[in-house]
């Protein structure tokens, strides 16, 4: 950005910590709020009670906005904060960016003539977040399998952003990938990858010979009669958010080994998943004029 900003911080976990730090880095004014446990914000950033918060150029919320029951999402507070109270001193026509901005979240900004736009919905984003997505992955992969990644058989459920990457990063480690999908072109550009296809709605009965499973579907794709073939050896990381791709009841009756990674960029790579944050906002700025 060529203007300088007054721009708040408020909330969120260890990606609006280093997005505070990056901004700043930038030479814009930066406020936090509603992060006075990350560690790494002492300096010139100061925390701020919102008293002026309705000053700012640009107020970016977290990743969600909200944890439910009308609460900030604010891991790294020391207390609860209500979400109503923040934009309760927000000004109508100010810049106010939040990620995952849900339908209460966006009511509560109507009755208040405030306009929230949603920088997870940005495609840059998505696309930046799919590679420490994938990554992070790997990673739990390694860490929890019985074997190597080089030589296991790994079926990837989904074929969209992270899909695609996890499957190249697997494939690339010499893994012998599967790709699951509901289109007959994502199937196709498995095939044409050198990945194995299958379609989506056939899993049951076909399950048993995988070592590792990664769910990619935000919807329930693993039921009981699906993970009733899975080996107990086999290992499910669910990368889809909330409600998840995987019946967790069943898993855990059947013995199964399942991880529900959620917010995997902000944990494996915050400092990479702020500045895609950092550089999706600019993106936002520039085309309101900035």
């Not at 880095?25 to 992060?35: N, P, Q």
């Not at 918060?53 to 107020?59: E, P, R, S, T």
């Not at 109503?84 to 939040?98: A, F, K, M, N």
């Not at 855990?252 to 400092?271: N, R």
Request: overall charge negative; some cysteine; charged content about 20%.
């Amino acid at each position: 950005m060529n203007q300088e900003l007054n721009i708040w911080v408020v909330g969120g976990d260890q990606r609006q910590a280093r997005l505070a730090r990056l901004l700043s880095e930038d030479g814009h004014t930066v406020r936090t709020y509603a992060l006075d446990l990350a560690g790494d914000l002492k300096g010139p950033i100061p925390q701020s009670a919102p008293l002026s918060i309705h000053l700012a150029d640009c107020v970016v919320l977290p990743l969600p906005v909200t944890q439910g029951e009308g609460l900030l999402n604010a891991p790294l507070s020391s207390a609860d904060h209500s979400l109503e109270d923040i934009l309760d001193r927000l000004s109508p026509g100010q810049v106010i960016l939040g990620g995952r901005v849900g339908e209460e979240v966006h009511a509560l900004a109507q009755q208040r003539d405030l306009t929230i736009r949603d920088y997870f919905a940005r495609e840059e984003l998505a696309v930046a977040n799919a590679v420490p997505t994938a990554e992070g992955a790997v990673q739990l992969a390694m860490e929890h399998l019985p074997v190597t990644i080089h030589g296991c058989r790994a079926l990837v459920l989904g074929f969209g952003r992270v899909g695609k990457l996890t499957a190249h990063r697997l494939h690339a480690l010499g893994a012998r990938v599967t790709v699951a999908a509901r289109k007959y072109d994502q199937l196709s550009w498995a095939q044409a990858m050198g990945f194995g296809a299958e379609p989506l709605s056939q899993l049951a009965g076909g399950l048993c010979g995988y070592d590792l499973i990664i769910n990619t579907v935000p919807a329930r794709v693993l039921g009981r009669q699906e993970l009733e073939d899975v080996k107990e050896e086999c290992l499910i990381l669910d990368l889809a958010s909330k409600p998840g791709g995987v019946d967790l009841g069943a898993a855990g009756e059947l013995g199964l080994t399942v991880i529900w990674a959620l917010s995997l960029p902000g944990k494996v790579a915050p400092i990479t998943a702020g500045a895609a944050i950092r550089d999706t906002i600019y993106n936002m700025l520039r085309e309101l004029g900035y």
